[in-house]
């Protein structure tokens, strides 16, 4: 029992209510975009959020050597998952990759994106890059990253196994590749581009093209990112207002409690509330950037920090770009913001591991601590 007040008392409170406040943001929007169907989406979101934040306290609580000892063990679980959700999950969207377990749909390609990176954080952590020869021992966490974005490109999920292969590529970087390797992945993609492009189902290729030029069909495939743009547009610089959003609530904007939440929030909160939630997404990302920064001696506790945080600053990034027409639509939620329930535990379970390795590091740090009984190793 002191062992858990003195973690609680611990844990990095800024983080952890910076992360609370920007969810209750995104079940508040969530309120305004389902309030003519009742409150039902409502209560699901806040049942979600709750157990995703205790998730979130739970994990901080468990020391970051336990993931790490395991690291192998849950990356194999995932795949299995994922594997069994590609032949026998049910289709939602036009995709099979979710699957229900205890009444509850999961989506495991979100959560593979924790369990990729910490199961390279370990083998690079076991084996470190020094020669040119062991450039050879990359071929093992190459494949470790070609099986699930394979499994998840064929569900078929464009937006998850991009972001699942960068994530690959971030990890890369952290621990040290040479520069070459990556023109050498650049050149190779470049000549496969055709190749790739072929093998992309015939609505995600439209997803691409769309985004050239939108108003080339803006009652098909142009239309999601047109009602995005107008409804962005028409919150001008205060808002709308909560709930009285026009593009949102005549249903002009499709999927308003998903991946277009941010539209509806440029909509009734204008250009200062965007921009609010934005500053937020920062802010996280600076305290995680600095509580990793502080970590000395753990090489698997900085690459598994450093490559939560840029998951989770990437797709904010991504989802915010796509809805103001940046960027292709390729279906990546805002995260902590946009309603479902897999998207956001992961994001809850990958924010506890950042909480658990600080914790890990100050209780090691902290020299008057180390003889305590339950701090010893």
């Known amino acids: 029992m002191q062992e858990i007040v003195y ?31 009742g409150m039902r989406s409502t ?7 709750v157990f995703g934040f205790t998730i979130m306290l739970l994990v901080a609580l468990i020391n970051i050597n336990t993931w790490q000892k395991y690291s192998f063990l849950f990356y194999l679980i995932g795949i299995i998952i994922l594997i069994y959700a590609t032949f026998y999950g049910f289709i939602g ?54 099986i699930p974005f394979l499994i998840i490109l064929n569900q078929p999920d464009l937006g998850t196994s991009i972001i699942l292969l960068f994530l690959g590529a971030v990890v890369f970087f952290i621990v040290g590749i040479n520069y070459k390797f990556f023109m050498f992945c650049g050149i190779i993609f470049f000549f496969s581009s055709p190749i790739v492009w072929n093998l992309l189902h015939e609505y995600q290729k ?8 939108p108003y080339k069909d803006p009652l098909g495939t142009g239309y999601h990112i047109i009602q995005s743009e107008i409804a962005i547009g028409s919150g001008g610089f205060f808002g709308k207002g909560w709930l009285r959003g026009t593009q949102s609530h005549l249903d002009f904007l499709p999927e308003k409690k998903t991946d277009f939440i941010f539209s509806m929030l440029g909509e009734e909160f204008g250009f200062l509330g965007t921009l609010s939630v934005i500053g937020l997404f920062i802010l996280i990302c600076i305290i995680g950037y ?16 450093i490559a939560i945080i840029t ?11 796509m809805v103001m027409g940046l960027t292709p639509v390729v279906g990546i939620p805002l995260p902590l913001v946009s309603y479902g329930g897999s998207s956001m535990v992961t994001y809850f379970f990958g924010f506890g591991l950042l909480l658990s390795i600080e914790l890990s590091h100050k209780i090691h740090k902290e020299d008057n601590l180390v003889n305590l009984p339950f701090f010893r190793q």
Do not use: C
């Open 43 to 49: 209560y699901s979101h806040l049942a979600k959020l």
């Open 7 to 37: 973690k609680f008392k611990n844990l990095n409170w800024t983080l952890v209510m910076s992360v609370l406040f920007l969810s209750l943001i995104g079940l508040i929007m969530i309120y305004s975009a389902s309030n003519a169907e």
């Open 206 to 213: 439209q997803r691409l093209l769309t985004f050239f030029d």
């Open 311 to 321: 998951n989770f600053f990437i797709s904010g990034a991504i989802n915010m770009a």
């Open 290 to 305: 600095l509580m990793v920064s502080s970590i000395e001696k753990s090489f698997f506790s900085k690459v598994v920090g």
């Open 93 to 146: 969207k036009g995709s099979r990759r979710w699957i229900n377990f205890l009444g509850v749909n999961i989506q495991p390609s979100e959560i593979m994106k924790i369990f990729l990176i910490i199961g390279l954080a370990k083998f690079f952590d076991e084996r470190k890059i020094e020669g040119l020869r062991d450039y050879l021992f990359l071929l093992i966490p190459i494949i470790m990253i070609a």
